[in-house]
């Protein structure tokens, strides 16, 4: 009998000048646990090391600290050896009782090098007794008021800091940040922040044009060359990744041409798309342009498991979902200045079609929403059991290109 694949998500946690400080990981041990309602969403030991084994802890964060929910249990008989101390923060979950074996855990945790959260707090006589031991205090802020969060900020100790959670909002983003919190939990980050009357500047237009022609299945080694040949820097960029000595090439790489004949069209054609994409990311939060790589890559190799063998405009319709964030402009009307496939263009505009159904549970999956990945995935056609290994072989693909990119 096959073992249950282990379900993984992460969610960003952002300082106030919205840089990726942290990842949350969550986790759900199979489909049943996942359909189950209520319980705790904290994580034991042995789905902790099932995840952490079979997809790495940096391909998970990028080498960032790593939020996670644990158990009683692991918290007070032993937290497996996989979870590195520095790089680890532990969440104690609000349903975790703090007797004295937990507060002798704490201790020790902290001792042994150990970072603690207290997720979701609220501030009692009986909770009061974690805040000595923590690194952090998360704060639902959508549940909470400014006078609760004031009085939990009044008892923390030095060096203990406050996330702010559940920021849905640019709105609430700003209203947390003025009340002085550290971090920040949400989505609000991806949400559109739309300037009316802008237009997409000359450069701009140049760049989302680059990136859709080179998304066309019947284009030429000799065509991607002339496309990529006229962009300086996007020729830096991709010289300088295949030459760096993770290929181990036997000879120096001098134009794009070589690099398409050694490492591939559809490698490459991946690489340009992203660096443009990253080219036009440096208008906003760098972490956008994390997700679009990663949404890209997961629809790719969905489409390739829901329809194996066929064209696929997965990678295009999942990097290219997250445009209007990046640019602060209407989807509507970068889509009009796109020369794009209706069903592609319908996706992107959230129109019902089977790409946009595939995109929606792949956010759905992204967000950790995992309920709602497995109601869209029965309507769009997917084995949802699928999904953790195209999940964690995107997230490998994001770092490998992560890892190359600060490389160059």
């Known amino acids: 009998m ?21 990842y949350e990981l969550l986790f759900r041990p199979s489909l049943t646990s996942v359909t189950s309602n209520g319980g705790s969403e904290a994580a034991s030991a042995s789905v902790i090391s099932n995840a952490f084994l079979n997809i790495g802890l940096d391909a ?8 996670i929910n644990v158990t009683r249990e ?13 790089q680890v923060v532990l969440e104690l979950t609000e349903d975790i009782e703090p007797d004295d074996d937990v507060l002798r855990a704490c201790r020790n945790l ?22 000595p031991h923590a690194n952090f205090i998360k704060v639902d802020f959508l549940a909470s008021d400014p006078d609760a969060r004031a009085a939990i900020a009044a008892k923390c100790p030095p060096g203990c800091l406050i996330i702010a959670e559940k920021i849905e909002t640019v709105d609430a983003f700003e209203a947390a940040r003025r009340e002085g ?21 000359g450069q701009h237009l140049q760049s989302l044009q680059l990136l859709t022609a080179l998304q066309n299945p019947n284009i030429s080694a000799d065509e991607i060359e002339e496309l990529v040949k006229p962009d300086l820097r996007l ?45 036009l990311g440096d208008l906003g939060n760098p972490e956008l342009i994390t997700m679009s790589a990663t949404r890209g890559r997961s629809c790719e190799l969905l489409d390739a498991r829901v329809a194996p063998g066929q064209p696929s405009d997965g990678f295009l319709i999942g990097m290219c ?15 009009e200045h796109l020369s794009l496939a209706d069903d592609v263009g319908g996706a992107l505009l959230k129109q019902d079609c089977p790409a946009r159904r595939r995109l929606d549970v792949i956010i759905a999956y992204e967000r950790g929403d995992f309920a709602a990945v497995l109601e869209q995935s029965m309507g769009a056609g997917i084995n949802p059991r699928v999904l953790p290994e195209v999940h964690a072989q995107a997230w490998h693909w994001a770092h490998q290109l992560h890892t190359l990119r600060a490389a160059s």
Not at 60 to 67: D, E, I, P, V, W
Not at 111 to 126: H, I
């Open 2 to 22: 096959s073992r249950e694949p282990t379900f993984v998500a992460r969610q960003p946690i952002l300082d106030a000048r919205q840089r990726v400080y942290a």
């Open 60 to 67: 998970m964060t990028h080498g960032r600290h790593a939020f």
């Open 74 to 86: 692991v918290l007070v008989e032993g937290i497996p050896e996989v979870l590195p101390a520095g």
């Open 110 to 131: 902290r001792q042994a090098g150990y970072m603690l959260a207290l997720d979701d707090f609220v501030l009692t006589d009986r909770t009061e007794s974690l805040i």
């Open 181 to 201: 919190h550290a971090f920040f939990q949400g989505f609000f980050f991806g949400q559109p922040i739309v300037k009316q009357g802008r237009g997409v500047p």
């Open 235 to 279: 020729c830096y960029l991709l010289l300088r990744t295949v030459n760096c000595a993770g290929f181990a090439l036997r000879n120096t790489v001098h134009s794009i041409k070589d690099a398409l004949v050694l490492i591939g069209q559809d490698t490459i054609r991946r690489w340009a798309s992203l660096w443009v994409l990253a080219g």
């Open 321 to 335: 979902s997250l445009l209007d964030a990046i640019l602060s402009m209407p989807m509507e009307e970068i889509v």
